[in-house]
């Protein structure tokens, strides 16, 4: 049983799916000790996947939409931080080029020419420009200057959001919440999709998002770029010698991290709202983003997926009431399950030391 064990924690995959049942076992004790029955949270995460409703017998697509939409922002901000943890670095400023993003794309909703297609697209695009250069000046501050991302990041998130508010509250028409409507032209809605899940909040992002999972799964394991990048993230002084432009690597990765946070923050502005939002706080895509990609070992496939989970329990929010499970129980979870991984290097610790001390027998 031993030796089982030790096969499982040596796989990063396995790990994550042991933390995450143990966040779920945890949960289900937690909901029991309160008193209310843990059937309904599980009734609550299937009808989200599947859009059925075990307490009546009813489907709807909706919700499986809905999760699906829910997924796009925490895919994109997990991506963020998982392309800089690749090369070494820790991007907390996920939600910051997340916000900038979005800034961007209501600017463009409402001041670009209302083309069909080519608006949305250059909305999307300049988003994700922006996200790239929020995120650069973290990577060239720490290549130039040893500046420490951690604090640079979080700095930039607040001067994001506030810059946010600012530029957003100048917009002719615009109040403490709002702004004025959007154009149609600028909808990531399609007309297929929302037919097809009843009308849910589901749009073009999901395709874009399918994109994105492959363009870091290329450039990361396939590219000369991606080699380098992940050298430089395993040993600077190494990859320095070996001729590898570390300093470019920490730019490029950093630029590329923001690049996902500001199209994931485009698309949430274009495909979840009809108007611009004047944000009084974070969102939290960025932060959560984080626990996605540590929970996704920072790889195209696990983040993506990890990002549906995360999607999940966000989507099951209102069904968990419906159900009598404090919604507040989602946030648990996805606590327990990023305590859980911290705990991954503790666990190998502990099992290669049994096993030094056996061998010594």
Not at 236 to 263: H, L, Q, T
Request: charged share 10%; glycine share 12%; with cysteine.
């Amino acid at each position: 049983m031993n030796e089982r064990m030790k096969k499982c924690l040596s796989s990063d995959g396995a790990m994550s799916l042991f933390v995450i049942i143990l966040g779920f076992l945890f949960a289900t004790i937690l909901i029991a000790l309160v008193g209310r029955n843990p059937i309904g949270m599980y009734k609550s995460l299937f009808q989200s996947m599947t859009g059925l409703n075990l307490n009546n017998g009813k489907w709807n697509p909706r919700y499986i939409g809905e999760w699906l939409n829910y997924s796009v922002p925490f895919i994109f901000c997990g991506f963020a931080m998982a392309f800089a943890a690749r090369v070494g670095l820790f991007n907390v400023g996920g939600e910051g080029q997340y916000i900038v993003g979005m800034t961007i794309a209501q600017f463009g909703a409402l001041y670009f020419a209302q083309i069909p297609v080519v608006q949305p697209a250059l909305a999307l695009l300049l988003a994700t420009l922006g996200g790239a250069a929020w995120g650069g000046v973290v990577g060239w501050l720490k290549a130039r200057f040893e500046v420490s991302e951690v604090v640079s990041t979080i700095m930039l998130n607040y001067i994001a959001l506030y810059l946010s508010r600012i530029v957003t509250l100048a917009i002719p028409g615009a109040n403490t919440f709002k702004t004025p409507n959007f154009p149609a032209s600028v909808s990531l809605k399609i007309g297929f999709l929302s037919k097809l899940f009843n009308n849910s909040s589901l749009n073009a992002g999901i395709f874009l998002c399918a994109i994105g999972i492959l363009v870091y799964h290329i450039v990361m394991e396939k590219t000369k770029m991606g080699f380098a990048m992940r050298a430089t993230g395993f040993n600077k002084d190494a990859a320095r010698a070996a001729g590898i432009p570390v300093v470019a690597s920490v730019v490029a990765s950093m630029a590329i991290s923001g690049a996902f946070a500001g199209i994931g923050g485009g698309i949430i502005a274009l495909g979840s709202f009809r108007y611009g939002r004047v944000i009084t706080g974070m969102d939290n895509y960025g932060f959560t983003g984080m626990a996605v990609a540590l929970v996704g070992n920072c790889t195209a496939l696990g983040t993506a997926l990890a990002g549906l989970l995360f999607g999940l329990l966000q989507a099951s929010l209102s069904l968990m009431q419906t159900n009598n499970i404090p919604k507040e129980i989602t946030f648990i979870i996805q606590g327990l399950v990023v305590v859980f991984i911290a705990f991954k290097t503790g666990f190998r610790m502990f099992f290669a030391w049994r096993s030094k001390k056996g061998g010594k027998r």
